[in-house]
């Protein structure tokens, strides 16, 4: 055994809470520290076959049992890290389907082992290039005899309620509803919002307490009765005591398959927005590039003539028509994706998710205004990249949002290790229905004037009508 030296490791923040043990960085790789009255259950669950079986499925990462060990944990454990870590407040719709659908197959898969999963909720999701992996190695416990699945409660109220919501066309309802870990959506909520019941006080209390009742008698098996023991009238006691023993209490199974099939169910929103169809003319029938413009083609020629640029966000990115690009003609191996447009999102998804061609993270955030819970790395940390490509993104946020260019510059600076890609539209919100002119300082000249104080500017080059390109690198 080898020990780590603890002044050389960095625990992660986010795992306090894990009475298995901690998440920990050292060298550049990804380790669980284990506490001592937890070793050998970890031992035994690397042996059952669950992980290997959920590691085969792509379900869970690649993990083992080091030769390591650091003062207080005798037993470290490491995992392939997965980057960028895109939280569930930055999924679109589907991705979020996706999620649920994997936790239900985990448990499935879990229970055949004899184990569940205690702790479900999608910070313990992780997307994988488009694909959901379950990360949490301290949320796989025993199955009791005769005991339901203990995180059904936390199921529903993270995953199936904000499904609902969202897809009856409540987006915002739905999405906020995913910001916090604990504090999830209360089951009165959901049915005064599904039933329309008036939101009175002492109904929604009610409510709360029938629903909190009905989880609670599906967690019921014999060791957790005990503790009803004193709260119960003696005869009920008695009565649920031996329907328990027998396993016979009525409704009490969590069907696996069932809740699967309810949640496949669920159709995505039918809504749309201003920008969600804006990309198809590039699209053909089978998800693919028609043909690549000229404007594309030429800064795809210039990254490629950077042989440094390995990662590339597409900030604005829409359904992905450049990103997709990108993925094709150059040889960037990472390319992110970031709109703020959850239904243009979400046809990208879908369209990568079954295309051999995926994109490394599509994440739904305002690059602007980023929507972030505390104590976690802001976007611009998390999905830094060699260059930044922003196409016909900055007139909006100058002239629509009225967004100060020097901080429209400054926050896509962030995102850039060295390169960035910004396009000027000298006719401001131009379209063919209809042409707004331009306020008279809105020009190349002082575009430019504001671009060489945060870049070093390399080229500028008309594109097509309406395009320009101011192509540098970060000072």
Request: glycine letters at 4%; one cysteine or more.
């Amino acid at each position: 055994m080898k020990e780590i030296p603890i002044e050389e490791i960095e625990f992660n923040v986010y795992s306090i809470a894990d009475d298995v043990g901690r998440l920990f960085s050292w060298q550049g790789r990804l380790f669980r520290a284990i506490r001592s009255y937890q070793a050998e259950y970890v031992k035994t669950l690397f042996v059952s076959g669950l992980l290997e079986k959920l590691v085969k499925e792509r379900l869970f990462p690649e993990s083992q049992i080091t030769e390591y060990f650091i003062e207080g944990f005798p037993l470290v454990v490491e995992h392939m890290r997965i980057t960028p870590v895109i939280y569930s407040y930055e999924w679109s719709f589907s991705m979020l389907k996706d999620a649920a659908l994997t936790v239900l197959k985990i448990n499935s898969i879990a229970q055949k082992y004899r184990y569940q999963l205690k702790d479900c909720h999608g910070y313990n999701i992780l997307f994988d290039r488009l694909m959901p992996v379950f990360i949490d190695l301290g949320s796989f416990v025993p199955i009791k005899k005769g005991e339901n699945w203990i995180a059904y409660e936390e199921f529903m109220r993270f995953y199936y309620y904000p499904l609902k919501m969202w897809s009856s066309g409540d987006s915002y309802v739905g999405r906020m509803s995913l910001f916090a870990e604990h504090g999830m959506m209360p089951h009165s909520s959901y049915y005064s919002y599904r039933f329309y019941i008036p939101l009175i006080k002492h109904i929604r209390r009610r409510l709360d307490k029938i629903f909190g009742l009905y989880f609670r008698y599906l967690r019921l098996n014999r060791s957790s009765l005990e503790k009803y023991k004193t709260k119960f009238p003696k005869y009920l006691y008695k009565i649920t005591a031996f329907l328990c023993k027998k396993g016979i209490l009525p409704h009490k199974k969590v069907r696996m398959d069932l809740l699967l099939k309810k949640v496949e169910r669920i159709k995505k929103p039918k809504c749309s927005s201003l920008w969600a169809d804006y990309q198809d003319v590039y699209f053909a029938p089978n998800g693919e590039i028609k043909n690549i413009s000229p404007r594309f083609a030429r800064i795809i020629d210039i990254v490629n003539s950077c042989s440094d640029i390995k990662s590339v966000i597409d900030i604005g990115g829409n359904k992905g028509a450049f990103s997709l690009c990108l993925l094709k003609e150059t040889n960037v191996n990472k390319v992110l994706c970031l709109d703020y447009d959850e239904y243009a999102m979400d046809e990208m998804y879908i369209r990568f998710r079954n295309s051999t061609h995926r994109v490394d993270a599509i994440i739904l955030q305002d690059v602007v205004r980023p929507v972030v819970t505390r104590n976690v790395q802001p976007p611009s940390e998390r999905f830094i990249s060699d260059a930044v490509v922003a196409l016909a993104l900055s007139h909006h946020l100058i002239l629509s949002q009225r967004i100060a260019v020097e901080h429209v510059f400054e926050v896509i600076g962030s995102y850039s290790k060295k390169y960035v890609f910004i396009e000027f539209m000298p006719l401001g919100l131009y379209s063919s229905s209809k042409s707004p002119v331009p306020p008279a300082w809105y020009n190349i000249n002082w575009f430019r004037k504001y671009f060489v104080m945060y870049f070093t500017l390399i080229l500028e080059e008309e594109l097509e009508k309406n395009r320009v390109l101011f192509f540098g690198t970060k000072k």
